[in-house]
T-cell receptor, first 117, second 111 residues
């Protein structure tokens, strides 16, 4: 149990275009999902906290108009990188927080490698 | 605010060697502490955790003890295997259940 998927696993896009990344909790409902960015040889940086049915809470320094987060259901959150630029190239990881059955732990997706050319 | 300081890598060991990866933290209140592992090309997996002082988390031969007096949560394994090669992250869970991660330590185990 407690499986989180991400789609796509890899995406290459041209500068100026938008890319949507999906995060799904496959066998549990998640009222809260988190989006992280991981730079090479660096730790995970929390970008935003996504709560089902409400606006996401962004961390300081993260542009909410550039990184659009939608959490329309208890099993799906999406991150859209708008007007992507090469500096947005990174590894994006989501996590979903389980309910009491799962001890409220965070379960991580496998990540999405975004390359902007 | 919360922060985690983790031993920098990379760490290279021979199979069956003893492993220690140091982790210290700064936090308000009484956080939970975690070790996550990331195998190549995969997402993070929870390796072990401890929720209060003096708790010992253990899994797959790995252990870590929550030391409040030294604000540490060092990861240890008595005999590493090639399959343990991965990146290990120490993390702290705050009151809002958000995680603060250390910088990660790359471990390579040679046969």
């Amino acid at each position: 149990g407690a499986v989180v998927s991400q789609h796509p696993s890899r995406v290459i896009c041209k500068s100026g275009t938008s890319v949507k990344i999906e995060c799904r909790s496959l066998d549990f409902q998640a009222t809260t999902m988190f989006w992280y960015r991981q730079f090479p040889k660096k730790s995970l940086m929390l970008m935003a906290t996504s709560n089902e049915g409400s606006k996401a809470t962004y961390e300081q320094g993260v542009e909410k108009d550039k990184f659009l987060i939608n959490h329309a259901s208890l099993t799906l959150s999406t991150l859209t990188v708008t007007s992507a630029h090469p500096e947005d190239s990174s590894f994006y990881i989501c996590s979903a927080r389980g309910d009491s059955q799962f001890g409220y732990e965070q379960y991580f997706g496998p990540g999405t490698r975004l390359t902007v050319t | 605010g919360n922060s985690v300081t983790q031993m920098e890598g990379p760490v290279t060991l021979s199979e069956e060697a003893f492993l220690t990866i140091n982790c210290t933290y700064t936090a308000t209140g009484y956080p939970s502490l975690f070790w996550y592992v990331q195998y190549p090309g995969e997402g993070l997996q929870l390796l072990l955790k401890a929720t209060k002082a003096d708790d010992k988390g253990s899994n797959k031969g790995f252990e870590a003890t929550y030391r409040k007096e030294t604000t540490s949560f060092h990861l240890e394994k008595g005999s590493v295997q090639v399959s343990d090669s991965a990146v290990y992250f120490c993390a702290l869970g705050g009151s809002a259940r958000q995680l603060t991660f250390g910088s990660g330590t790359q471990l390579t185990v040679l046969p």
